[in-house]
Every structure is written in structure tokens, then in C-alpha cells.
């Protein structure tokens, strides 16, 4: 890679993410052999009406108030901080209120307050991790990201050894709101000391107003609505349907599949926490490079995944779970295909333009929507994946095209380089060396 700060942060974030992913894939296997498929069916119905409740509540500004710090913006900062936190806060929990009584209704309604008060952590936690990457070294956003999975694992982990492998999902709900809770407090704090520390304010910087702030971020949101749309459409789908087995098999199938894409997250992450607001003479570079990179190895990962699925699947979860098998082997491609569009998409965020994001994401939704109509009374899952493939690789092509036709660009190669290959063989053994395994 050649800009070492990048560099840094993208190898710090990717062996987060990998740490992460470990995590979470026995925390996925803990849970389902805790609940059983009915009760991670009820469970996955509960986190997805949260986790859309929190995405919809963002309203863009941590995004954009990173975007604004790290370029030469003069601006009061912690002002917009509590007011975008206040925004998330209030939004997020009657969201969920109204995606129980509407999709889940009769079976998630003994917990409506829980489901509500997690939502709300939820979205403050989510708001706050993304503001972590006002510091682009990005060890304070690893720490978060990992300390919430970790703390869970072992919290399940207990209730596991405790209950005999017995247990309601509730208990499970309110784990999650203890250990998010406690997360979003230590977050909070070191947000607000840092929105003053470890910045210097040039005199030739620009002074911008609330509402120069409140723009960019509801461009993002746009965006970002989009995406929360594009990628829990299939789950939405799901949830009307309201069995809670089908519901389980698909969560737990499309959880699996976004842990191969962490790499590529990694990726995007760091990208956007370097470049965001700043000098972008080396974005393209680093960006192309970057998804030439990472993009054909982990589909070669995908393909070994779902290859194996029909063996890994039944054989870790058991032999209930065994129809996770097929929707997994779809949706790791297409975690694949979307991680590296997103990849490229950076150009556009980390270079200010987030109206292309937006127009990516608005090409994709199409087929996405069309296929809906033609659900199938049966095998609804390995359907809907495969609609969400297609949405992907739509959402790739769109992104592409892009670069030629708007930004007068050579359009991204798929393949790396000779050059590139090289640059991150010398980049891995650089760090192995610094972290004394080489």
C-alpha cells in the first residue's frame, strides 16, 4: 500500500476484523445451540427490527461530522455531536415500536420494550462507533466493534454452562442491552474528549454553519437509507412471512456470509477514516488498488465456503439448521460482490461525492423489487438470496460504469497486478516483522 498511514489503519482494522468474525461465528453457534430453531428464529426477528430501527435512525451526521473534521472546516463540533446523538436517540426506539406491531407483531409484542430500549442503545452505539473514526488509526473504532461481540460471547457463554443449554431469547435481549448499554457509556466518553484533543485548526481554515454540516449528512442518509433498504429487504420479506424457524435459518445464513466479507469492510473502513474530507490525490489509487486486491481472493473464498456449507453447516449448528445451507452459499457471493462495490464506492464517499453512492444504490434496487413480486410459496429463502445477489452484482456493474462515463476514468480492473502482488507481499511482512511473528 503506499500510503502508510492508510496502510497502519487498514492492517490494524483487518486483524480486528478478523478477531471479530472468529468471535461472532461462536457466538453464532453458542446462541443456536442455546435457543434452538424456534427461539433463534425469535431472536433474529427482534435483532433485525433493531438493527433496521438503528440504521434508519443514524440521519448521517456521524458520517458527515467526521467527514468535516478531517478536512480543513473550522466548525463547533461538539454542538453537532450532541444534537445528531439527541436525533439518533429519539428516532430509534419508536422505529422499532412500530417494526414489531407491524411485522412481528404477534409473537414479539411481550417484548415491544425491550426490543424498543435495545434499538435505542442500538443506534447510540452505532452513532458513536462510526464517530471513533475521527481518529484514523482507528484503534479506539477496533475496541468498540470487538468489546460489544467479545462481552456477549461470554455472557451466552455463561448462561449456556448455567441454564444446561437452556434458555429464552429474552435473555438474550437483555444481555445485549447490558452490554451494549455499558459500551455506549465508555464510547460516549471518549467522543467528547476527543472532539477538542488531537486537532489543530490551521488559520486558514474554513468556518462552516450548522447547516453546511446537516446538508452532507442528509445526503448520506439518503444513501444510507437506501442501503438499509437494499440489504434488509430479504429479511423484511422474511419477517411478513413470520415463521420463526425461516426466520432463523435466513439470519443465521446471511450473518455467516458477511463475516467473509470482513476483509473487504476492513477495506472501506480504513479508506473512508483516512481520506474523508482530506487530500485525496492518492484515494484513487489506494481505492483501486485496494478492491483489485481483495475482491477476486475472497471470491475464491466465497466459492470454497459454499462448497463446503452443506457439510459445515449441519455439522456445527446440527442437523436442524441444515437448510442454512444453500441461502449461505448464495449470500457469500454475494457479501463478496457488495464489499467490493462498496470498496470502490469510497472514491465517491472519502471524496465528498455521495450523491454517486446514492445513485449506485437506486440502479440496484430495481431487480431487487421486480423479483419480490414473484416470491415463491416455497424455498423463500434461497429466492430472496438470490435476489440479493443480483441486487449486488447490479450494484458492482453500476459502480464501475461510474468511473468512465462520470468520473472520466479508466473503469477498475479485477484482477491485481504484478506490481500489486508484490506491494502486499513486501506490506505483510513488513508487519509480521513489527509484530515479531517473522
Given at each position: 500500500m503506499s500510503d502508510s498511514s492508510f496502510s497502519g489503519s487498514w492492517w490494524r482494522t483487518l486483524t480486528g476484523g478478523i478477531f471479530l468474525a472468529i468471535v461472532s461465528f461462536f457466538g453464532s453457534v453458542l446462541t443456536a445451540r442455546l435457543l434452538g430453531t424456534e427461539g433463534r428464529g425469535m431472536l433474529a426477528a427482534a435483532l433485525v427490527i433493531v438493527g433496521i430501527a438503528a440504521a434508519v435512525a443514524q440521519l448521517g451526521f456521524a458520517s458527515s461530522i467526521v467527514y468535516h473534521r478531517g478536512g480543513p472546516f473550522q466548525h463547533n463540533f461538539r454542538s453537532t455531536f450532541l444534537i445528531g446523538l439527541g436525533a439518533v436517540v429519539c428516532v430509534a426506539g419508536p422505529l422499532a415500536w412500530i417494526g414489531v406491531t407491524t411485522l412481528f407483531e404477534s409473537r414479539l409484542q411481550p417484548q415491544v420494550y425491550t426490543v424498543a430500549g435495545l434499538a435505542t442503545l442500538t443506534a447510540a452505539f452505532a452513532y458513536l462507533t462510526t464517530l471513533s473514526q475521527i481518529s484514523a488509526d482507528l484503534k479506539v473504532f477496533n475496541l468498540?466493534?470487538?468489546?460489544?461481540?467479545?462481552?456477549?460471547?461470554?455472557?451466552?457463554?455463561?448462561?449456556?454452562?448455567?441454564?444446561?443449554?437452556?434458555?429464552?431469547?429474552?435473555?438474550?435481549?437483555?444481555?445485549?442491552?447490558?452490554?451494549?448499554g455499558l459500551a455506549t457509556l465508555a464510547a460516549a466518553f471518549w467522543i467528547w474528549k476527543a472532539m477538542t484533543e488531537g486537532r489543530q485548526v490551521a488559520t486558514d481554515y474554513k468556518a462552516i454553519k450548522f447547516s453546511a454540516v446537516a446538508i452532507y449528512a442528509g445526503h448520506q442518509h439518503i444513501t444510507a437509507l437506501i442501503g438499509v433498504l437494499l440489504s434488509n429487504i430479504d429479511k423484511i420479506v422474511i419477517l411478513e412471512i413470520g415463521r420463526p424457524d425461516e426466520v432463523g435459518f435466513y439470519a443465521l445464513a446471511?450473518?455467516?456470509?458477511?463475516?467473509?466479507?470482513?476483509?473487504?469492510?476492513?477495506?472501506?473502513?480504513?479508506?473512508?477514516?483516512?481520506?474523508?474530507?482530506?487530500?485525496?490525490s492518492t484515494l484513487s489509487e489506494n481505492v483501486l488498488k485496494a478492491f483489485r486486491t481483495t475482491f477476486m481472493p475472497m471470491l475464491i473464498v466465497s466459492t470454497l465456503a459454499a462448497l463446503a456449507s452443506p457439510w459445515m453447516i449441519p455439522t456445527i449448528f446440527g442437523s436442524a439448521f441444515a437448510a442454512c445451507a444453500l441461502p449461505f452459499s448464495i449470500l457469500a457471493f454475494e457479501a463478496v460482490i457488495g464489499a467490493g462495490s462498496w470498496t470502490l464506492a469510497q472514491r465517491f464517499n472519502a471524496g465528498?461525492?455521495?450523491?454517486?453512492?446514492?445513485?449506485?444504490?437506486?440502479?440496484?434496487?430495481?431487480?431487487?423489487?421486480?423479483?419480490?413480486?414473484?416470491?415463491?410459496?416455497?424455498?423463500?429463502?434461497?429466492?430472496?438470496?438470490?435476489?440479493?445477489?443480483l441486487g449486488s452484482f447490479t450494484r458492482l456493474l453500476a459502480t464501475i460504469l461510474i468511473y468512465p462515463l462520470v468520473l472520466k476514468e479508466p473503469p477498475p480492473r479485477l484482477l491485481p497486478t504484478k506490481q500489486d502482488l508484490l506491494s502486499i507481499q513486501s506490506f505483510v511482512r513488513h508487519r509480521l516483522s513489527r509484530s515479531g511473528l517473522q
Amino acid at each position: 500500500m503506499s500510503d502508510s498511514s492508510f496502510s497502519g489503519s487498514w492492517w490494524r482494522t483487518l486483524t480486528g476484523g478478523i478477531f471479530l468474525a472468529i468471535v461472532s461465528f461462536f457466538g453464532s453457534v453458542l446462541t443456536a445451540r442455546l435457543l434452538g430453531t424456534e427461539g433463534r428464529g425469535m431472536l433474529a426477528a427482534a435483532l433485525v427490527i433493531v438493527g433496521i430501527a438503528a440504521a434508519v435512525a443514524q440521519l448521517g451526521f456521524a458520517s458527515s461530522i467526521v467527514y468535516h473534521r478531517g478536512g480543513p472546516f473550522q466548525h463547533n463540533f461538539r454542538s453537532t455531536f450532541l444534537i445528531g446523538l439527541g436525533a439518533v436517540v429519539c428516532v430509534a426506539g419508536p422505529l422499532a415500536w412500530i417494526g414489531v406491531t407491524t411485522l412481528f407483531e404477534s409473537r414479539l409484542q411481550p417484548q415491544v420494550y425491550t426490543v424498543a430500549g435495545l434499538a435505542t442503545l442500538t443506534a447510540a452505539f452505532a452513532y458513536l462507533t462510526t464517530l471513533s473514526q475521527i481518529s484514523a488509526d482507528l484503534k479506539v473504532f477496533n475496541l468498540l466493534r470487538n468489546a460489544v461481540a467479545l462481552m456477549m460471547l461470554i455472557c451466552v457463554s455463561a448462561v449456556m454452562l448455567l441454564e444446561n443449554g437452556i434458555a429464552q431469547y429474552d435473555w438474550v435481549l437483555n444481555l445485549q442491552i447490558t452490554v451494549t448499554g455499558l459500551a455506549t457509556l465508555a464510547a460516549a466518553f471518549w467522543i467528547w474528549k476527543a472532539m477538542t484533543e488531537g486537532r489543530q485548526v490551521a488559520t486558514d481554515y474554513k468556518a462552516i454553519k450548522f447547516s453546511a454540516v446537516a446538508i452532507y449528512a442528509g445526503h448520506q442518509h439518503i444513501t444510507a437509507l437506501i442501503g438499509v433498504l437494499l440489504s434488509n429487504i430479504d429479511k423484511i420479506v422474511i419477517l411478513e412471512i413470520g415463521r420463526p424457524d425461516e426466520v432463523g435459518f435466513y439470519a443465521l445464513a446471511f450473518a455467516l456470509s458477511r463475516q467473509i466479507a470482513m476483509v473487504q469492510d476492513s477495506v472501506s473502513i480504513s479508506l473512508f477514516s483516512r481520506y474523508a474530507g482530506k487530500d485525496n490525490s492518492t484515494l484513487s489509487e489506494n481505492v483501486l488498488k485496494a478492491f483489485r486486491t481483495t475482491f477476486m481472493p475472497m471470491l475464491i473464498v466465497s466459492t470454497l465456503a459454499a462448497l463446503a456449507s452443506p457439510w459445515m453447516i449441519p455439522t456445527i449448528f446440527g442437523s436442524a439448521f441444515a437448510a442454512c445451507a444453500l441461502p449461505f452459499s448464495i449470500l457469500a457471493f454475494e457479501a463478496v460482490i457488495g464489499a467490493g462495490s462498496w470498496t470502490l464506492a469510497q472514491r465517491f464517499n472519502a471524496g465528498g461525492r455521495p450523491g454517486l453512492v446514492a445513485l449506485r444504490q437506486v440502479t440496484s434496487l430495481l431487480p431487487v423489487f421486480i423479483g419480490i413480486f414473484f416470491l415463491p410459496e416455497q424455498d423463500e429463502s434461497s429466492y430472496l438470496a438470490s435476489l440479493m445477489l443480483l441486487g449486488s452484482f447490479t450494484r458492482l456493474l453500476a459502480t464501475i460504469l461510474i468511473y468512465p462515463l462520470v468520473l472520466k476514468e479508466p473503469p477498475p480492473r479485477l484482477l491485481p497486478t504484478k506490481q500489486d502482488l508484490l506491494s502486499i507481499q513486501s506490506f505483510v511482512r513488513h508487519r509480521l516483522s513489527r509484530s515479531g511473528l517473522q
